[in-house]
């Protein structure tokens, strides 16, 4: 991105910047005022232990608004449309993205909203530019901006939104652990990585001993969406913007999760291990964890290198549930 900005045909670098999801290089910290938007705590706090400035929703205008990809493409779609709304007239939008995130295919479809772009290709990614005179196709960006909106999740009374884990379907194997969770959970209960809110509201409507509910959530955008999904419990509901990785700050009488093994388009069996550690840190003696992952994934030794008894509690060929208790 820095290549494309400096290089010929770049935008070069002007004093004011935004950043939608941000995340920090080292010369950003010569930059006299660039500002990200990022939703995913994890990479928010790193943009903010770099000394770099954070908006927790994008506003205001800026001659160069940089992009970088979405989870989906609807989401970086979204995110062109924006860009755009966070343009000062004659400013540019700068996007960079590894070929392996579909560069090619965005930069074409950037190009249709703009009427053409200047690009660079390096280190197997590119980096695409809007013109100063860009001739925007505001048909095409309400269209990219509706694809962002908060909507239904088909078949469901819950919404979601583009870019969030399984926001157009209930994931099948939180739909599985709900389905096995004990009618008896009482207390207090996390739930870790809670998504749109699908485990902790199935949680409270099978449970009628559990007292409170708190969700902790990296990605902000998902914790807005379960704010809507949960809004009429009867019950307490905690919503947490919180890297789980960082531990738990209250104490739990159970913990329910279907944690995350990506980051991006790597398998992080290390996420699902310190969401483990997150669990046995935040469960009271004699507390319960109620767990599913892919079959594949060696959770496990991580489950009695914290002390927990476990047993596999079921599942089905893609699937494993985990029932363990905190020793
Ligand atoms: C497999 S999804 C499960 C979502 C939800 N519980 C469900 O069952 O539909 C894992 C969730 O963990 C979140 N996540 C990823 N890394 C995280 C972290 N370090 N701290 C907290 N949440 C995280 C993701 O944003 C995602 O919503």
């Not at 939703?39 to 160069?64: I, Q």
Request: glycine share 12%.
């Amino acid at each position: 991105m820095m290549l494309a900005l400096r290089g010929e045909g770049g935008p070069g670098v002007p004093r004011r910047a935004l950043m939608i999801g941000a995340e920090p290089h080292p010369e950003f910290g010569d930059w006299p005022e660039i500002v990200g938007w990022q939703p995913f705590k994890p990479l928010a706090d790193a943009w903010e232990r770099a000394g770099l400035a954070r908006e927790d929703s994008p506003h205001g205008f800026y001659p160069l608004v940089l992009v970088m990809p979405g989870k989906s493409r609807d989401e970086t779609l979204a995110w062109f449309a924006l860009a755009r709304d966070l343009l000062e007239p004659g400013g540019r939008i700068l996007a960079a993205m590894p070929n392996t995130a579909g560069a090619g295919r965005f930069e074409q479809e950037f190009a249709r909203a703009c009427g053409g772009v200047t690009s660079v290709q390096k280190h197997k990614c590119r980096a695409f530019c809007s013109n100063p005179d860009a001739s925007w196709d505001v048909e095409l960006l309400g269209d990219w901006k509706n694809l962002g909106k908060v909507r239904q999740v088909p078949g469901t009374g819950f919404v979601a939104q583009a870019g969030l884990f399984s926001c157009d379907h209930v994931d099948p194997g939180s739909a599985l652990l709900a389905e096995h969770l004990p009618g008896g959970i009482r207390g207090r209960v996390a739930d870790l990585g809670a998504g749109w809110g699908f485990l902790s509201d199935a949680t409270l409507r099978r449970c009628p001993g559990v007292a409170a509910v708190d969700l902790y959530e990296a990605d902000a955008r998902a914790l807005e969406c379960a704010r809507i999904n949960l809004a009429n419990s009867d019950r307490p509901v905690g919503h947490h913007w919180h890297d789980v990785a960082d531990g738990l700050p209250g104490t739990y009488d159970a913990v329910v999760m279907n944690p995350p093994f990506h980051r991006g388009q790597d398998t992080r069996v290390d996420l699902g291990r310190a969401f483990i550690a997150a669990a046995a840190g935040g469960l009271r003696r004699g507390g319960a964890l109620y767990l599913v992952a892919n079959r594949q994934l060696p959770y496990e030794a991580a489950l009695d290198a914290h002390s927990f008894s476990w047993r596999h509690a079921g599942g089905d060929a893609t699937y494993k549930l985990i029932h363990a208790r905190k020793r």
